[in-house]
């Protein structure tokens, strides 16, 4: 199963001054070991294209903070890495 993930949450894997976020983003990196993560070349997106790549990648979940955490189209479910109690 594919998991999409909007490119400002890779933006965390270079530091921030968050450091939960830096933590997060960084356990990401598994979904491309294991051939499961996709993410768009572009980075400034409207949500609408963001979405639709997703969907377009044959993904189930994206992952996003700046979508709303459980949103769903169609059989994509957006979740946000970054809410609290994920770790």
Do not use: C, I
């Amino acid at each position: 199963m594919t998991t999409f993930v909007d490119a400002n949450v890779l933006v965390y894997t270079f530091g921030t001054h968050d450091e939960s976020k830096h933590r997060v983003a960084t356990s990401l990196a598994e979904l491309w070991r294991s051939g499961t993560g996709a993410v768009s070349t572009q980075v400034l997106q409207e949500e609408a294209l963001v979405v639709e790549a997703a969907l377009l990648s044959g993904a189930r979940t994206l992952l996003s903070e700046d979508l709303q955490h459980g949103r769903r189209v169609g059989e994509l479910t957006v979740e946000n890495p970054f809410r609290p109690g994920v770790l």
